[in-house]
């Protein structure tokens, strides 16, 4: 059964770079079936979707965030990884990462995270 | 953007039926799927493909579609079903595809 496991900072200052790891255990971040992807929440707010990255490398990212994100995948040590640069109090959420899986002409998320909390403050 | 628009809150008797609703544009071509959001939880995905359940979600869960409005209803509900649910589409309609998530709902169970 795929499991799923956040790392990195808990606190970052504003204007730096969050950077956090997602770790995929008993299945294999390799197979061509699965999407890999970045998900936040701020406290007491809904669902953020942040991007996806596919085996090949390819990405999809939110618009919204599309100029300070980047996702990279290390199949070697079965992880994936989302960067986000120049944050402020505004990028203070649960970061949760998911797989995400392919069905007809859409894509839905089947495996999270228990989520990582971050919070920027100098 | 797309956007996805669900009450923000919905109250139901234990034993009752409570129904969830996720609105959107053009949802005949799209596919709906649903989370469940327990406080202080990762979220769960208890309906897929706008009808299907994955395995281990209980059959009190169902989803259906009409139209422009897409359907989440919980049967017999019990206490563990007080969570926020949210609606999701993959939306391929612009240059920029992406996930969308619902805002929200909030199910109390009385």
């Known amino acids: 059964q795929v499991q799923l496991q956040e790392s990195g900072p808990g606190l970052v200052k504003p204007s730096e770079t969050l950077s956090l790891t997602c770790t995929v255990s008993?299945?294999?971040?390799?197979?061509?079936?699965?999407?890999w992807s970045w998900i936040r929440q701020p406290a007491g707010k809904g669902l953020e979707w942040i991007g996806r990255i596919y085996i090949s490398g390819s990405t999809n990212y939110n618009p919204s965030l599309k100029s300070r994100v980047s996702m990279s995948l290390d199949t070697s040590r079965s992880q994936f990884s989302l960067s986000l640069t120049s944050v402020t109090a505004a990028d203070t959420a649960v970061y949760y990462c998911?797989?995400?899986?392919?069905?007809?002409?859409?894509?839905?998320?089947?495996?999270w995270g228990k989520g990582t909390t971050v919070t920027v403050s100098s | 953007s797309y956007v996805l628009t669900q009450p923000p809150s919905v109250s139901v008797a234990p034993g009752q039926t409570a129904r969830i609703t996720c609105g959107g544009n053009?949802?005949?071509?799209?596919?709906v799927h649903w989370y469940q959001q327990r406080p202080g939880q990762a979220p769960v995905l208890v309906v897929y493909?706008?009808?299907d359940r994955p395995s281990g979600i209980p059959e009190r869960f169902s989803g259906s579609k009409s139209g422009n409005t897409a359907t989440l209803t919980i049967s017999r509900v019990e206490a563990g079903d007080e969570a926020d649910y949210y609606c999701?589409?993959?939306?391929?309609?612009?240059?920029?595809?992406?996930?969308?998530f619902g805002t929200g709902t909030k199910v109390t169970v009385l």
């Open positions: 999701q589409v993959w939306d391929s309609s612009s240059d920029h595809a992406g996930f969308v």
């Open positions: 493909d706008d009808t």
């Open positions: 008993g299945g294999s971040i390799s197979s061509g079936t699965s999407y």
């Open positions: 998911a797989r995400v899986r392919p069905i007809t002409i859409s894509f839905y998320m089947d495996v």
């Open positions: 053009t949802f005949g071509r799209k596919s």
